[in-house]
């Protein structure tokens, strides 16, 4: 029987872990002489009081959800990918070269093949270091790690060397035609004229975001495939007496994976940028860690925790700027405590939740 029920291990634990490191924080900007209600209204309203903050908090929140699935669907596999940002990154040259390869008469058209070619090769990135696991024991999270960089070195050759626009001296490619272009949250609300702030980066990846995180939990829920993921990720012998291939678990996990990751670049390259830029991942790779950790690898949690990390991202440039004393190292602090909580700490909250939870049942038994 579980210790606790489902909605605490997936609500109740996060919720107090953040309210943990929202109070620590505050004590952060108390030590530096600034009043902490004060910057946590001032957080909360450059990141939601008009729309060209949800547009931004929400763009944020995109990206992070689709990296944050991409771990989720790993860990699921007990397989650690922390070659997220590795994988937006090559999964964003997909999706560029789709967009510059055929002048594209309408975005419906563009969407479906800049999704398979984003998918395809954050998928590749992610098989070369799930084949050295699966075959050569080599530990997933080294690999990961290692191919952040050449991910990284291999972007910067080909934005100078090969991409560049003839005659630019910006390390990018063409902007994309304009029939390649994805609307944004200030067209699609215009539809139904609502304004919205026409500067606001959000635009339709968001719900291919949304799309996404029940299509993960159906796939790990509901589907064979899923109970055999989830089935290794607790115990491999017991999925080797199964039948159940270590191989196979471990190509097609990672192989999903690299594909969720490599979906940011709709959102990024072809959303946002409408170029491939450098460093168009900013990070939301490493990001995606702590999502998945804080949304207990469930697609819920993981949507939830994203939006966290929007409004602490939009919210926090927004204190940056109101708030001179708040350096953008502070925020970084804030960030890293909401990480530090949720991740490393988690124990120091879930064993009394566990104990107080089992105390009840045995008081109601």
Excluded at 198 to 203: C, E, F, Q, R, W
Excluded at 321 to 329: D, L
Aim: glycine share 10%; with cysteine; hydrophobic share 55%.
């Amino acid at each position: 029987m579980d210790k606790m029920p489902k909605w605490a291990d997936i609500l109740l634990i996060p919720l107090i872990n953040l309210f943990l490191a929202l109070a620590v924080s505050g004590l952060v900007v108390l030590y530096i002489g600034e009043n902490p209600i004060t910057a946590m209204g001032i957080m909360l309203k450059g990141a939601m009081g008009s729309s060209y903050g949800w547009g931004y908090t929400l763009y944020y929140a995109t990206n992070f959800i689709f990296t944050g699935l991409a771990v989720s669907v790993a860990f699921h596999a007990r397989l650690f990918n922390i070659g997220g940002e590795g994988q937006a990154y090559i999964g964003g040259l997909g999706v560029a070269l789709v967009c510059l390869s055929v002048d594209w008469p309408h975005w419906t058209l563009a969407l479906p093949a800049a999704i398979a070619g984003g998918a395809l090769f954050g998928a590749a990135w992610a098989a070369i270091p799930a084949y050295l696991q699966a075959r050569r024991g080599s530990h997933i999270v080294i690999t990961t790690i290692m191919f952040n960089f050449i991910a990284s070195a291999i972007m910067v050759y080909l934005l100078v060397e090969v991409l560049k626009v003839r005659g630019s001296m910006s390390p990018e490619t063409a902007r994309f035609p304009s029939g390649a272009f994805l609307p944004s949250a200030y067209d699609m609300f215009g539809w139904i004229g609502i304004p919205f702030a026409k500067s606001a980066p959000l635009n339709i990846a968001f719900f291919l975001a949304i799309l996404c995180c029940y299509l993960v939990w159906v796939l790990i829920w509901r589907t064979r495939l899923g109970y055999a993921i989830r089935a290794y990720g607790h115990s491999e012998d017991a999925a080797v007496y199964a039948g159940i291939s270590p191989f196979k678990i471990t190509m097609i996990a990672m192989l999903i994976s690299g594909a969720l990751s490599g979906l940011m670049g709709i959102n990024a390259v072809m959303g946002e940028a409408e170029r491939l830029v450098l460093n168009n991942v900013q990070g939301a790779g490493f990001v995606g860690i702590a999502v998945a950790l804080m949304g207990r690898s469930h697609p819920f949690g993981v949507f939830l925790a994203a939006l966290l990390f929007g409004v602490l991202y939009q919210g926090g440039a927004e204190l940056e700027f109101e708030m001179p004393a708040v350096s953008r190292e502070m925020i970084l602090v804030i960030q890293a405590l909401v990480i530090l909580f949720t991740g490393a700490l988690d124990n120091m909250v879930r064993l009394p939740v566990e104990k107080m939870f089992l105390k009840l049942r045995k008081g109601a038994a």
